[in-house]
C-alpha cells in the first residue's frame, strides 16, 4: 500500500464548535477513521485553552443574558421572578470534568505548549506571516498553527494535515508554515475531506481484510469436503447408481462488509464455487461447476460450523 499522506492530523478550535464540551460528532468519527491507520488525532493545548475561554464565556454571556431578559419584566412580577445560576467556580468546574470525560472518550490526543521563543511569535505578527493580519490581528490562529508545526518539528513528524473550519487559514499560508520548518502540512476545511483523502488507502485495508476472510472461509470448506459431497448428492443426484464427488472449491466470497457495518450480527452469509465430478458406473463421468450459498456464525475470529442452504448448476 502506498504511504500515507500524513502521519498527524491537527485539529482547531473550529472543528470541536459548537458540541465542546460535550463529544462532538465530526471529531469523533475522525478519531475512528484516523485510528485505522494508527494515525494520532492531536488538539494542541493552544486549542484546548481556547476552546475553554470560548465555552466559558458563551456560557456567562447567555446567563448575562437570561438576568437582563429578566429586568425587562414589570416591576410587579420582577420581583416574583428569580435567574438561579452556578458561581463561575461551579461552571469552570463543571465544565474542565465535561472536557477531560469527552477527550478520554475519544481518545484525543494533547500537546502542551512548546518552549519557541516569544520575540519569534513577535516577529511573525509584526511580519505579518500567516494568518497574522494587519496590527497582529489573528493572534490565536497564529499561535493555534504555529504549535501544530512546532509539535511536528519535536517529534519529527514530516507531513501532517491541519483541519479548520477558519477562514483566516489559506491553503497556501498553511504549507509556507509547514515548509518554513521542513514539515509538509496541508489543510482541509472539513472531516469529509480529511475522509475523502484517506478513502483510497481505506478502500485498499478494506480489501485485503476482505481477502483474509474469504481465505480463511475458504480453509474451513475445504476440511467439509465430505459434508458438501453428501449435499450436493442429495441435490442433484436420485440414482443409487450416480455419484459425486467434489473436486476443488473456490471462487468464496463472504458477507465480510456487512459484518462490518453490523458488528453484533454473528451471522455471516458465504458463498463459493466448486468443481465436481459426477461418475456412473462404470465409464460416464461429467464435471460441472456449482454456486452454493450458505452461512456460518464467526466469533473469536473464526467461522464456526458452516450451514449450506442452496446450490445451482452454472
Same mark, same amino acid.
Given at each position: 500500500?502506498?504511504?500515507?499522506?500524513?502521519?498527524?492530523?491537527?485539529?482547531?478550535?473550529? /472543528?470541536?464548535?459548537?458540541?465542546? $464540551?460535550?463529544? $462532538?460528532?465530526?471529531?469523533?468519527?475522525?478519531?475512528?477513521?484516523?485510528?485505522?491507520?494508527?494515525?494520532?488525532?492531536?488538539? =494542541?493545548?493552544?486549542?484546548?485553552?481556547?476552546?475553554?475561554?470560548?465555552?466559558?464565556?458563551?456560557?456567562?454571556?447567555?446567563? @448575562?443574558?437570561?438576568? +437582563?431578559?429578566?429586568? %425587562?419584566?414589570?416591576?410587579?412580577?420582577?420581583?416574583?421572578? #428569580?435567574?438561579?445560576?452556578?458561581?463561575?467556580?461551579?461552571?469552570?468546574?463543571?465544565?474542565?470534568?465535561?472536557?477531560?470525560?469527552?477527550?478520554?472518550?475519544?481518545?484525543?490526543?494533547?500537546?502542551?505548549?512548546?518552549?519557541?521563543? !516569544?520575540?519569534?511569535?513577535?516577529?511573525?505578527?509584526?511580519?505579518?506571516?500567516?494568518?497574522?493580519?494587519?496590527?497582529?490581528?489573528?493572534?490565536?490562529?497564529?499561535? *493555534?498553527?504555529?504549535?501544530? *508545526?512546532? /509539535?511536528? *518539528?519535536?517529534?519529527?513528524?514530516?507531513?501532517?494535515?491541519?483541519?479548520?473550519?477558519?477562514?483566516?487559514?489559506?491553503?497556501?499560508?498553511?504549507?509556507?508554515?509547514?515548509?518554513? #520548518?521542513?514539515?509538509?502540512?496541508?489543510?482541509?476545511?472539513?472531516?469529509?475531506?480529511?475522509?475523502?483523502?484517506?478513502? $483510497?488507502? !481505506?478502500?485498499?485495508?478494506? +480489501? %485485503?481484510?476482505?481477502?483474509?476472510?474469504?481465505?480463511?472461509?475458504?480453509? %474451513?470448506?475445504? @476440511?467439509?469436503?465430505?459434508?458438501?459431497?453428501?449435499?450436493?448428492?442429495?441435490?442433484?443426484?436420485?440414482?443409487?447408481? *450416480?455419484?459425486?464427488?467434489?473436486? =476443488?472449491?473456490?471462487?468464496?466470497?463472504?458477507?465480510?462488509?456487512?459484518? /462490518?457495518?453490523?458488528?453484533?450480527? %454473528?451471522?455471516?452469509?458465504?458463498?463459493?464455487? #466448486?468443481?465436481?465430478?459426477?461418475?456412473?458406473?462404470?465409464?460416464?463421468?461429467?464435471?460441472?461447476?456449482?454456486?452454493?450459498? @450458505?452461512? #456460518?456464525?464467526?466469533?473469536?475470529?473464526?467461522?464456526?460450523?458452516?450451514?449450506?442452504?442452496?446450490?445451482?448448476?452454472?
Amino acid at each position: 500500500m502506498p504511504s500515507l499522506p500524513f502521519q498527524a492530523i491537527f485539529i482547531d478550535t473550529s /472543528i470541536c464548535l459548537p458540541a465542546w $464540551p460535550q463529544n $462532538p460528532g465530526e471529531v469523533e468519527e475522525l478519531i475512528a477513521l484516523a485510528e485505522i491507520f494508527t494515525i494520532p488525532v492531536i488538539a =494542541s493545548e493552544a486549542v484546548l485553552l481556547e476552546l475553554r475561554s470560548h465555552c466559558l464565556r458563551d456560557i456567562t454571556e447567555a446567563l @448575562g443574558r437570561l438576568e +437582563k431578559e429578566r429586568r %425587562k419584566l414589570s416591576l410587579f412580577i420582577r420581583e416574583q421572578v #428569580a435567574v438561579s445560576a452556578p458561581t463561575i467556580n461551579d461552571i469552570e468546574l463543571a465544565y474542565d470534568l465535561c472536557a477531560a470525560k469527552t477527550r478520554d472518550s475519544l481518545n484525543l490526543q494533547t500537546a502542551p505548549f512548546t518552549s519557541a521563543p !516569544l520575540e519569534d511569535l513577535f516577529q511573525d505578527a509584526i511580519n505579518h506571516r500567516h494568518p497574522f493580519a494587519s496590527e497582529g490581528r489573528n493572534f490565536q490562529d497564529a499561535v *493555534v498553527l504555529r504549535s501544530a *508545526v512546532e /509539535i511536528c *518539528v519535536e517529534r519529527k513528524i514530516t507531513a501532517a494535515a491541519f483541519i479548520s473550519k477558519d477562514k483566516d487559514y489559506s491553503n497556501q499560508g498553511v504549507t509556507a508554515a509547514g515548509s518554513n #520548518a521542513g514539515v509538509s502540512l496541508q489543510l482541509f476545511k472539513s472531516v469529509i475531506a480529511i475522509q475523502e483523502e484517506l478513502w $483510497p488507502f !481505506l478502500q485498499e485495508l478494506l +480489501k %485485503k481484510a476482505w481477502e483474509s476472510d474469504n481465505n480463511l472461509a475458504r480453509t %474451513k470448506l475445504v @476440511g467439509l469436503t465430505n459434508e458438501i459431497e453428501v449435499f450436493l448428492q442429495g441435490r442433484f443426484t436420485s440414482d443409487p447408481l *450416480v455419484h459425486l464427488k467434489l473436486i =476443488s472449491v473456490g471462487d468464496v466470497v463472504t458477507g465480510y462488509v456487512t459484518r /462490518i457495518k453490523t458488528p453484533l450480527t %454473528k451471522k455471516t452469509t458465504i458463498s463459493f464455487s #466448486a468443481e465436481v465430478r459426477f461418475h456412473q458406473e462404470p465409464f460416464v463421468a461429467i464435471d460441472r461447476n456449482v454456486a452454493i450459498e @450458505g452461512w #456460518a456464525d464467526f466469533e473469536n475470529g473464526d467461522y464456526g460450523p458452516i450451514t449450506l442452504e442452496s446450490a445451482e448448476l452454472t
